[in-house]
Nanobody, 129 residues
Framework: QVQLVESGGGLVQAGGSLRLSCAAS??????????MGWFRQAPGKELEFVTA????????NYADSVKGRFTISRDNAKNTVYLQMNSLKPEDTAVYYC????????????????????WGQGTQVTVSS
């Protein structure tokens, strides 16, 4: 079955950077048929859309809260999507989840959670002040 596995989370000081990765398996999975995106959930908060990227990577979509600080990218040859996070703030502290959609274009994100085809298990990002 298809799996998405996030990595790269950890503890960082405010103003610092982290790069998250989300790798899809198996290798034969048609990764380029899916738009990809990231959500996050802070303790006690609703699931929040962060960003999405088109199938080839030519278009991106960002929540206002991260625009100018975060960058989503993908490497279809590696079945991997990335989230580069710069100028991190304590309010960025959350569990970050990657997700895949075969039917939503990146500009139409966020789908409802139940409409996403695949989800990763999440990776914790903690930003200290």
């Amino acid at each position: 079955q298809v799996q998405l596995v996030e990595s790269g989370g950890g503890l960082v000081q405010a103003g610092g950077s982290l790069r998250l990765s989300c790798a899809a398996s198996p290798r034969t999975f048609t990764f380029n048929a899916y738009t990809m995106g990231w959500f996050r959930q802070a303790p006690g908060k609703e699931l929040e859309f962060v960003t999405a990227i088109s199938r080839i990577g030519g278009n991106t979509n960002y929540a206002d809260s991260v625009k100018g600080r975060f960058t989503i990218s993908r490497d279809n040859a590696k079945n991997t999507v990335y989230l580069q996070m710069n100028s991190l703030k304590p309010e960025d502290t959350a569990v970050y989840y990657c997700a895949a959609s075969h039917s939503y274009g990146s500009s139409s994100w966020p789908p409802r959670a139940s409409e996403l085809n695949y989800w990763g298990q999440g990776t914790q990002v903690t930003v200290s002040s």
